[in-house]
T-cell receptor, first 118, second 105 residues
Framework: GAVVSQHPSWVICKSGTSVKIECRSL??????MFWYRQFPKKSLMLMAT?????????EQGVEKDKFLINHASLTLSTLTVTSAHPEDSSFYIC??????????????FGPGTRLTVL | QKEVEQNSGPLSVPEGAIASLNCTYS??????FFWYRQYSGKSPELIMS????GDKEDGRFTAQLNKASQYVSLLIRDSQPSDSATYLC?????FGAGTRLTVKP
């Protein structure tokens, strides 16, 4: 099946710094990837839809200048949390659509990145 | 706004029992529905997908879809302690709140 990786799996940073999270589709090309955020004991919330070669589409309430998304190739999307603050500490998960071999609208999820901002 | 509603539970069942999880959705035009299982600190893993009205069975899992009533459910037969996890309904890029299931030995 389709495999999605994320790097790093966890990161600790100081408040005010920026953190980049990578999401890669390892064995398929993904024109569309998604970024989710999950706070403790809460469900996953869609942050944005990442489209290869174009601007990301952000969900209401998500600051696009704070959460920079770049989808420069068919296998890589990056999420940069700029000027991170403790309230940005969360579990960030990406997913991708495999339009060739995946079922209709089935998303393949990465293992997630746990961000802790001190 | 599209919504996916789940009873967040928690739901507790004895080992060997049937666990029933329910989900309703707001987008009447939706065509695809998924159930994911998530263990604490891990990413969601796909359990079942369903696209047509009726039942779909896969081992101990059965997904049921009723488009007229806009609900989808997941039944877990012969529940095992290893089934203890949070189950997430997924539709149109939206997750439900998740139902925490505990299967007691």
């Amino acid at each position: 099946g389709a495999v999605v990786s994320q790097h790093p799996s966890w990161v600790i940073c100081k408040s005010g710094t920026s953190v980049k999270i990578e999401c890669r589709s390892l064995d398929f090309q993904a024109t569309t990837m998604f970024w989710y955020r999950q706070f403790p004991k809460k469900s996953l919330m869609l942050m944005a839809t990442s489209n290869e070669g174009s601007k990301a589409t952000y969900e209401q309430g998500v600051e696009k200048d704070k959460f920079l998304i770049n989808h420069a190739s068919l296998t890589l999307s990056t999420l940069t949390v700029t000027s991170a603050h403790p309230e940005d500490s969360s579990f960030y998960i990406c997913s991708a659509l495999d339009l060739v071999s995946g079922a209709d609208n089935e998303q393949f999820f990465g293992p997630g990145t746990r961000l802790t901002v001190l | 706004q599209k919504e996916v509603e789940q009873n967040s539970g928690p739901l507790s069942v004895p080992e060997g029992a049937i666990a029933s999880l329910n989900c309703t959705y707001s987008d009447r035009g939706s065509q695809s529905f998924f159930w994911y299982r998530q263990y604490s600190g891990k990413s969601p893993e796909l359990i079942m997908s369903i696209y047509s009205n009726g039942d779909k069975e896969d081992g101990r899992f059965t997904a049921q879809l009723n488009k007229a009533s806009q609900y989808v459910s997941l039944l877990i037969r012969d529940s095992q302690p290893s089934d203890s996890a949070t189950y997430l309904c997924f539709n149109d890029m939206r997750f439900g709140a998740g139902t925490r299931l505990t299967v007691k030995p």
